[in-house]
Nanobody, 126 residues
Framework: VQLQASGGGLVQAGGSLRLSCAVSGRTFSSYAMGWFRQVPGKEREFVAADTWSGGSTYYTDSVKGRFTISRDNAKNTVYLQMNNLLPEDTAVYYC????????????????????WGQGTQVTVSS
């Protein structure tokens, strides 16, 4: 399984970006998909997850009401719509996949993800 993240860039505070993560694999609809972010010197941080197609979504508190995770099973793609971006959202964003869905804490834990994309840089200027 391969993941390809895209959509990062430079945006002013208050702006929006939509990240995409294209996934190879025949059973995408059963995958749990997550977005994480990382800044230099810090651990990878959970941002959002979609447990599986038609399942639940989870968000870290700092992005609730601003970010939305969604998926298009026909395109094997998961998205992260980011609105009202803040300078503290600046990071490299990674998409990850779990082959058999996730539940509870397993959706938040990066160690539970089976595959990762290469990351895309998001920079929010003040």
């Amino acid at each position: 399984v391969q993941l390809q993240a895209s959509g990062g860039g430079l945006v002013q505070a208050g702006g929006s970006l939509r990240l995409s993560c294209a996934v190879s694999g025949r059973t995408f609809s059963s995958y749990a998909m997550g977005w994480f972010r990382q800044v230099p010197g810090k651990e990878r941080e959970f941002v959002a997850a979609d447990t599986w197609s038609g399942g639940s979504t989870y968000y870290t508190d700092s992005v609730k009401g601003r970010f939305t995770i969604s998926r298009d099973n026909a395109k094997n793609t998961v998205y992260l719509q980011m609105n009202n971006l803040l300078p503290e959202d600046t990071a490299v964003y990674y998409c990850g996949a779990q082959g058999y869905g996730c539940s509870g804490y397993g959706c938040y834990d990066s160690d539970e993800y089976d595959w990762w994309g290469q990351g895309t840089q998001v920079t929010v200027s003040s």
